[in-house]
């Protein structure tokens, strides 16, 4: 091993200038360096597989927790909300309760997992591996965002299938309604990679989640109609894109929604762009990731 | 030579009577500082959980807020929520405490002092106690102007209260007792211990429950606890309290018995 080093660091300084065919063996069979396409999809298309395998390893945690405790939810809100309040803008309260509550799950478990992510291999010093290999700024982004949507996904859609059984769960839109999630998937999970490459610590992204993602999620529409706000607040709810991904995801599931979905459609669109850009750009500087 | 390093005489072994109240006090304290030292701003986490749940569900009723045995329906909401989230942490505190005890290896530190078995109980009852209400006043705080504000009862929402953090705080250490790894631990919060917390009245009436779930919430101890405490709080109960407050006796001592030998034991934690 450390005479693997030796070699391979006075061959590539150059030191000696000359390399001798007994030094090659170290090398395997090539001395070319390996040339990708405009793409490194092998090296992305791992970096995913990484991300993925890590939290379906742990599927109790990352995946089942999360639908249990979402089915609690639709639960304690149908029984101390179902009998006041019985049917929100023409459909019953607990139909009305349930996409808002798959979008919050989603929402939440894909902020998690890159946020997690990238704070374990910051705080382990494993980012080294994700950052030394051969792998851009944007296949990096690309990568870590595809697992978090993938993670997302994967609860939504276990979610939307252990709700089936006690709400009748329609699909209205399937367009829209594949669209939101995905969309707001990967805006969390964009969000929860810029999260976890600002934060030192754990608790730094606890209180991001603590004091950012949940309150957005759950003031934005899961358990009202926002036409129920006050002047002030209704106007503000149409400047947050927690909104739209839970209007939009709803108006797919149940054809009913707050405002006109196609304008989520470009919110949703936007902030994921400008989310993606900002990732992009601290990777490629190196923020909090390089010295 | 003659020079004593230490100011206390190590010549001479010490003697403990009774009890050995300097170990509780440091055990205790030990939880509590740890608590504030680590988590700080996270403390705050449970009052805004619950300020989110009271804000949501005001803005979802609207000026259609129903009364609960004559109790409106806020003022019904708050003490389940502030008994919830407080009873959560007692839970978590104990065993958050040993799980990272026994993966560092520094629970050596606890076993290997003299202390007696129920002497380590108390240090960490009281730790867990002394941790929960430091989170559950500003939840209190919080969710005062919402309703209830000062309890009607005050012993007796401290009597269940404490009965609450006891009982939560024994079974967090069985449960940090029979978890190997982190994973193991947050299984059993989020599988068993978040549905019968949730699910135990703290939200709605159980009055309005179908016949099957209606008795199987009176089987649930942590339902007993959010109605002894409602009553305290609201003077409203939706079960007689003598009932209540019998199984959460029975409830305890049971807990007792078995967290003491599980510990007397050292149950996954002596080799």
């Not at chain 1, 949703?268 to 010295?291: H, S, V």
């Amino acid at each position: 091993m450390s005479g693997w080093i030796l070699i391979s660091a006075k061959t590539l300084s150059g030191i000696d200038g000359k390399v001798s065919m007994s030094d090659l063996h170290f090398f395997g069979s090539s001395m070319t360096p390996r040339r990708y396409g405009a793409v490194n999809w092998v090296g992305m298309g791992h970096l995913y597989e990484k991300e993925v395998k890590r939290f379906l390893k742990v599927a109790t945690q990352t995946v089942a927790a999360p639908v249990v405790t979402t089915l609690l939810f639709l639960a304690i809100f149908t029984l101390a909300l179902g009998r006041a309040v019985e049917t929100i803008n023409g459909i019953p309260f607990s139909q009305f309760l349930a996409p808002g509550l798959i979008t919050m799950a989603m929402a939440q478990n894909a902020f998690a997992n890159t946020s997690s992510s990238m704070v374990i291999s910051k705080i382990q010093g494993s980012i080294v591996d994700v950052l030394m290999p051969p792998i851009s700024a944007m296949e990096m982004v690309c990568a870590y965002a595809m697992a978090g949507v993938t993670r997302g996904l994967t609860v939504g859609l276990v979610t939307w299938f252990a709700m089936s059984f006690f709400v009748p769960m329609e699909v209205h839109h399937f367009g829209y309604l594949l669209f939101h999630a995905i969309a707001a998937s990967l805006m969390l999970a964009l969000l929860g990679l810029v999260g976890g490459i600002w934060a030192d610590k754990f608790d730094h992204i606890a209180a991001i989640t603590n004091f950012v993602v949940t309150p957005f999620a759950f003031l934005s529409g899961t358990f009202y109609s926002i036409s129920r706000l006050p002047e002030p607040f209704y106007s503000i709810a149409f400047a947050n894109p927690f909104f739209f991904m839970i209007d939009g995801f709803r108006y797919g599931a149940t054809g009913q929604s707050d405002a006109n979905p196609l304008i989520g459609l470009f919110v949703l669109t936007a902030a994921n762009i400008a989310l993606w850009y900002l990732a992009w750009q601290m990777i490629r500087r190196g923020y909090k990731l390089k010295a | 030579m003659s020079e004593p390093v230490f100011p206390l005489d190590f010549s001479k072994p010490r003697h403990f009577t009774g009890l050995n109240i300097l170990a509780i006090k440091a055990l205790s304290w030990r939880l509590i500082k740890g608590e504030i030292a680590v988590f700080k701003l996270v403390l705050l986490g449970p009052a805004l959980q619950s300020l989110l749940f009271t804000v949501v569900i005001w803005l979802a009723l609207g000026d259609q807020i129903p009364t609960i045995g004559g109790v409106p329906f806020l003022a019904f909401l708050t003490p389940g929520l502030v008994i919830t989230a407080i009873l959560q942490r007692a839970f978590e505190t104990t065993a958050f405490m040993i799980v990272h005890e026994k993966l560092e290896g520094t629970i050596a530190d606890i076993f290997g002092a003299p202390m007696r078995t129920g002497e380590i109980l108390t240090g960490y009852v009281l730790g867990a106690l002394g941790v929960s209400l430091i989170v559950g006043l500003p939840v209190w705080i919080i969710l005062s102007p919402f309703g209830g504000g000062f309890p009607a009862n005050p012993v007796l929402s401290i009597v269940f209260l404490v009965l609450g953090i006891i009982l939560l705080s024994l079974l967090g250490m069985l449960a940090g007792q029979r978890s190997r790894k982190w994973d193991s631990l947050s299984a059993k919060e989020v599988f068993i211990l978040a549905p019968a917390l949730f699910l135990s009245g703290s939200f709605f009436s159980v009055d309005q429950l179908a016949e099957p779930f209606h008795t199987m919430m009176l089987l649930n101890p942590a339902f007993h606890l959010v109605n002894g405490f409602r009553y305290g709080m609201t003077g409203y109960a939706d079960a007689p309290i003598w009932i209540s407050f019998t199984v959460l006796t029975i409830s305890l001592v049971v807990l007792l018995i078995a967290t003491w030998r599980f510990l007397d034991r050292g149950y996954r934690i002596k080799a």
